[in-house]
């Protein structure tokens, strides 16, 4: 069966009206500025605030309430052509079942973050959606080739991307849709409305701040409910400032996903630049891409 | 529709072998020969150990093929007649799928234990066998009264808690199984083949060490996999050695499961004896139970 890739949003034009939201943790002042420069000057969009943008609530940006309200108000405005969250953290399954989504699946826009907002892919994903895994206000700034492919992945051009490989590379070439985000919050959302299949499609995978038995406990939950014996292929992003318990794990996050998946035959590349590093390259969850893994070498690109 | 118990392993009877096993993290030998000495001095069993029972890799209790090979012995050997685990900690979800459960299925056998355990304990109801949700090996000295709870669990003797209530408790009564154990291992278990329903049952949940933000996005992920909505009744027990983030969370483990199930209307109490302090009930899950809540007393009865 040939792949499908899911419906792709409307391509943002220069001088588009882009919304900012924090569905999530406490977003700071000083970085979000830092992100509106960005979008103003280097992706050329007009970057519109949500309401309770710097909202505070605990560690969150606002109570649930403020959260929803804000996030539906960007979703149903017709002159915002494009949401970027503000910053990732935690609370976005909190408030996700609770949004109305019929006038977004009318009229769908492009959705734009990671980290905890893998939540929101899923959920876009689910109502057959494309979305952009990619650089948040946050780390608008942090690598300069990153934020040109969030550029490219929003105004509708063709992705390319030629990284660096691993020697744990599994040699091959696949074609699928590519899905996929924060491993904490795939897990987490296992078992939800949300819950998509990943068969023959490419997933990918990234973490941060977890401890080591937790990486492994959580690709042990996507194994078991099958979300792996299926895969088109598998691109192991960064997992980033990791923890090990008083007595060490013994096996590198490499290691451990390289374990889980060592009974299946598609290609893996590891280390791919996208996650918690500064390198974060942007990729339209939905969309079908060509994925050819060498060795020391790995290309992942639209067709 | 009047609730249905699942299968009961038959009772042991004094001089019964027990079969002890580590499928979890390592075992400390001296709080093995403590627990040992209960068993047969308190409990009137003999304690046979598994093969793997102090080994050590890493910080678990042997390879996973170490621990598969000690515990299938046990469960197929018919001169053991009940089993009972040293120790929680991580893993038993990595080698609970790669058991052969057809010589158990044919002459179950009660297996006790909690934490780690609960993997173990879900993939039983999945076959709808019982199974004993209590102190193990480590934590059999911690509590007179929770010991001997247990020899009555294994001994088949009607099972009857008049404990403390807590000021949060909604009031009411219900019968139903009684099923549950650790919360992170629950929401860990979702989409695996032994996930059960929780519907018109007697939920239990307890955790330990974990963050707060973590209770609660364990929490949701129940929710959202509607594990929440219809259940007879929730016991809430410990939620020992929380950690907070930097920024506190703003709610307890008790208001958060309290927001949780705000919205349903069945009986819950907070506190019960059950989890990782020194009094752990025992609770043969599957049984039929009846819960009365009141604001200030709770029982749970053997019906």
Redesign the interface.
């Given at each position: 069966m040939k792949p499908k890739a899911l419906i792709s949003p409307p391509p943002l034009k220069k001088g588009d009206k882009v919304g900012i939201v924090s569905l999530s943790s406490?977003l700071d002042e000083k970085r979000l500025l830092e992100g509106k420069e960005i979008i103003e000057n280097d992706l050329g969009f007009e970057a519109v605030y949500s309401k309770n943008i710097l909202n505070v609530?605990?560690?969150f940006a606002g109570t649930d309430e403020e959260k929803i309200l804000a996030f539906q108000e960007m979703l149903d405005n017709p002159e915002i052509k494009g949401i970027i969250a503000g910053r990732g953290g935690?609370g976005a399954?909190?408030i996700i079942?609770k949004v109305n989504w019929e006038t977004f699946k009318q009229n769908p826009k492009w959705l734009v973050g990671f980290s905890d907002l893998t939540v929101v892919h899923q959920k876009l994903q689910s109502f057959g959606i494309q979305s952009i895994h990619g650089p948040m206000m946050v780390t608008l700034k942090d690598d300069k080739k990153s934020t040109t492919s969030l550029k490219n992945a929003l105004t509708g051009k063709n992705l390319k991307y030629k990284e660096k490989g691993h020697h744990f590379n599994r040699e091959g070439e696949c074609q699928g849709q590519v899905v996929g985000g924060n491993l904490c919050l795939l897990?987490?959302?296992?078992?939800?409305?949300s819950?998509i299949s990943f068969d023959n499609k490419i997933l990918f995978l990234e973490d941060v701040g977890e401890f080591l038995?937790n990486i492994?406990?959580m690709m042990?939950?996507l194994r078991?409910?099958?979300?792996l014996k299926n895969l088109a292929g598998l691109i192991v992003g960064q997992f980033s400032d990791l923890k090990e318990?008083t007595?060490?794990?013994?096996k590198t996050a490499f290691e451990i996903i390289e374990e889980h998946v060592s009974e299946f035959s598609y290609p893996v590349t590891y280390d791919f630049p996208i996650g918690h590093e500064n390198e974060n390259r942007a990729i339209r969850c939905g969309e079908i891409m060509k994925l050819e893994v060498l060795k020391d070498m790995v290309k992942l690109s639209s067709i």
């Open positions: 406490v609530h605990h560690n935690y399954s909190k079942d897990a987490h959302n296992i078992g939800s409305t819950d038995y492994d406990r042990v939950q078991r409910a099958g979300k318990t007595v060490p794990f013994g």
